[in-house]
């Protein structure tokens, strides 16, 4: 009768596993990408609740629902202002990001390490130039 019960101990953890959390502020030095050029470091500060994400770089500030849903804002475009549209979800531990404009798409998986000091963030960009990939390493500040 104890397997039973640890099979269900163990499967009743596993749908009852968390989120990851994602706050933190994040730094990312071009010069570990092998980037040409002189080194430039990115510090992004991501705070997160249960309803949404919100990723802060420099002077700009997005926000995503985390339950999937489309949020709408205005951002400075090439021709003046255009329209951002945002949308997160979860997959298992990773998040699943979307930005889209009308003539760009990025779509980003974000997961955490497993002691939560690195964060990958793996870009599909559609742009007018065409498909553009990369993979990039932040480290907990």
Do not use: C, Y
Request: overall charge neutral; charged content about 20%; aromatic content about 4%.
């Amino acid at each position: 009768m104890r397997i039973p019960v640890l099979a269900a101990l163990v499967s009743g953890a596993l749908l009852l596993q968390t989120k990851p959390n994602f706050s933190g502020t994040w730094t990312w030095d071009s010069s570990s990408a092998g980037a040409n050029g002189p080194a430039r470091v990115v510090v992004v500060a991501i705070t997160q609740t249960d309803n949404n994400i919100t990723l802060k770089t420099g002077d700009r500030t997005l926000i995503w629902q985390l339950d999937g849903s489309e949020t709408t804002m205005q951002v400075p475009g090439p021709t003046g202002l255009e329209d951002l549209r945002l949308r997160a979800r979860f997959d298992g531990t990773r998040l699943l990001v979307e930005q889209h404009t009308a003539t760009t798409s990025i779509v980003q998986t974000v997961s955490l390490s497993g002691d939560g000091n690195e964060l990958t963030v793996e870009t599909v960009a559609q742009t007018p130039q065409g498909e553009q990939r990369g993979t990039q390493l932040f480290k907990k500040s």
